[in-house]
Structures are given as C-alpha cells and as structure tokens.
C-alpha cells in the first residue's frame, strides 16, 4: 500500500514539474504591456498574476484544507491577505527587495510548512502542539506578500509618487481579486470532497503530494539561485557559450600569435 501511494506520490509531482517550472514571473511582454496600460492593466496582471501563482496557491490550499465554516475560512484569509498587502505595497514602494530565487525557496518552505502541520507533524514527530495558526498565517502572509513585491519592482512603475502608489494599488487589487477567484474554487471543491468517504482516507495522502511539490518548487528556485549568474532572469549564458565554441572552432585551434613570447 506504502509503495503504491508512493508511486502516486511520485507521478503526481513529476506530471506536475513542468507547470511549476512556468510559475508566476513578469515577462518581457508584460513589462512592455505596462509602459502604454493604464491603472487597469495592473489589476489585470495582479489577478493573473495571483491565478499563476502556484505557490501562493498551493499554500492557500493547505490553509483552507481542513476548514470547515465560512468563518474560519474567511478568518485566515483575511490575516493572510493583510500580511501579503502590507509588505507588497511598502516594500514596492521604497524599493526594498531581495534576490526573489531565495524569497520564492522560503515561500516553498512555507508550502511545505502547511502540509506537515496539516498531517499533524509537530505532534508525531516534534512531541510538541502547533504553533500558533493565524500568527503563522500571517507571518507567512507577509512573506508571500514580499515575493510579489520583487516581480512587481520588475515593472515600471514612474518616478511620480502619486502615480507610482496608485498602479501598486492597482496591482495589488488584482492579486485580490484572482485569490478570490482562485480560494472560491478550492473551497468548493473541498467543500463536496468532504461529503465523500474518500476524503478521510486520503487527506494524508493530498497534504503529502502538497509537501513533494514545495519540495519540488525549493529546488526549482534553488536551482536557479545557483546556476544563473543574473537573478533578474533565467538566461543562457550566450558570451560563455560564444567563447567555448571559439576554442572548439577547428579553423582557429591552431593560433600563430601563441608562437612567440
């Protein structure tokens, strides 16, 4: 049985792989998008920004799992969504940001976090309660909140402070409006799963599929922390590239000027 649910485990995550491979980042043409968009065009790429986003999606995923009411659901979203909204307008508006490889590996980690506190890790393995919930929630909120500051640092934004604060709040408008969107689906789809017998026999296999895909996505951003020398983008290193075909060109693999000192 151990091995069978690993087998799914394992081609659950590798079938995954390639669509977090596309996770959330500003691309060329989204960048150019925004220098003739107006304030719409910044919700607009907030929401799909947000609905893209699979870590920030998985992480939700793992907070809504085992809540049952409106109440709760709408309670820990709430603090989530105020933790991400303070750090993505401030630390956009001042210009503070970090290498966003690394931000992205910790919101991994966060992912990760959810689905070992969902399967009761603290108290199987750590002897220990949980930490507290919404504090975590929130904390976890700022950080994910961080991580859409640096892609939105990426944009142009204007020097006019006005301007600047306004397209900031458009954006983040829109990352609320695709987490709305996004958070409608999941808890209404786990909202029928819970009617089913399946969902008790299987909830611990699903939080552990969540874990192996922020896995999956630490070692992504690590991947690219360690193997791009520019963390503004995943690049092929064409100078390097150039130079290892001159050496490797067969014309030029005897050189006259090395013939003298």
């Excluded at 939700?60 to 049952?68: A, I, M, S």
């Excluded at 949980?130 to 975590?136: A, D, F, T, V």
């Excluded at 996004?182 to 299987?202: D, K, N, Q, Y």
Aim: charged residues 15%; neutral net charge; contains cysteine.
């Amino acid at each position: 049985m151990r091995r069978r649910l690993a087998r799914v485990l394992f081609t659950a995550a590798a079938t995954a792989l390639p669509v977090l491979a596309f996770a959330h980042g500003i691309s060329a043409e989204d960048r150019e998008r925004m220098l003739s968009g107006g304030y719409l065009q910044y919700v607009g790429l907030g929401a799909t920004h947000m609905l893209s986003g699979y870590d920030h999606l998985l992480f939700l995923f793992g907070v809504v799992f085992f809540l049952n009411t409106f109440r709760d659901v709408a309670k820990f979203v709430t603090v989530f969504t105020l933790g991400h909204c303070i750090t993505l307008v401030f630390a956009t508006f001042y210009g503070i940001t970090w290498n966003y490889f690394l931000i992205d590996a910790v919101i991994a980690l966060s992912v990760m976090y959810k689905a070992f506190d969902n399967n009761g890790g603290f108290q199987k393995h750590l002897g220990m309660a949980s930490p507290n919930l919404l504090g975590m929630v929130f904390g976890f909120g700022l950080l994910h909140g961080f991580g859409l500051s640096t892609r939105l640092q990426q944009l142009p934004l204007g020097d006019d402070s006005t301007a600047m604060l306004l397209r900031i709040l458009s954006f983040n408008l829109g990352v609320e409006i695709g987490q709305i969107a996004a958070l409608t689906g999941m808890v209404a789809l786990l909202a029928i799963w819970r009617r089913r017998p399946s969902f008790e026999r299987l909830s611990f296999a699903a939080n552990q599929l969540l874990m192996v895909l922020g896995a999956l996505l630490l070692l992504m951003q690590l991947h690219g922390y360690l193997h791009d020398s520019d963390p503004d983008s995943f690049r092929f290193p064409e100078q390097e590239h150039r130079h290892i075909h001159e050496d490797m060109d067969v014309e030029k693999t005897v050189d006259p000027s090395r013939n003298t000192l």
